[in-house]
């Protein structure tokens, strides 16, 4: 198994990518895409999971699931963060 850490875009998030195999998990996606990818190589990223919902550790999670149908995966006391810009403090930072 390997793990990489990625520095994210701003706010001294990171994102993670866990590789196993063929198949890999990305946590917190907060790195550029292009740069994910690239760490990702050639496995096949199956979960986007989130340690929970505020905006800078899912700043490019809606990208990411659309360009792979990896499953998202966040504890459901935080699920509604990622559909209220309220909660998950985006309206407060743009």
Excluded: Q, W
Aim: hydrophobic share 40%; proline share 2%.
């Amino acid at each position: 198994m390997d793990i990489i850490k990625l520095n994210g875009l701003s706010y001294a998030s990171n994102t993670y990518v866990i590789i196993s195999g063929n198949d890999a998990a990305v946590v917190d996606p907060s790195a550029d895409i292009k740069t994910v990818k690239e760490a990702l190589g050639g496995s096949k990223l199956r979960y986007i999971l989130l340690t929970h919902g505020h905006f800078d550790h899912i700043l490019k999670l809606d990208s990411l699931r659309c360009e792979t149908g990896a499953e998202v995966l966040i504890h459901k006391g935080d699920s509604d963060m990622l559909k209220d810009p309220s909660l998950n403090a985006s309206e407060f930072f743009g």
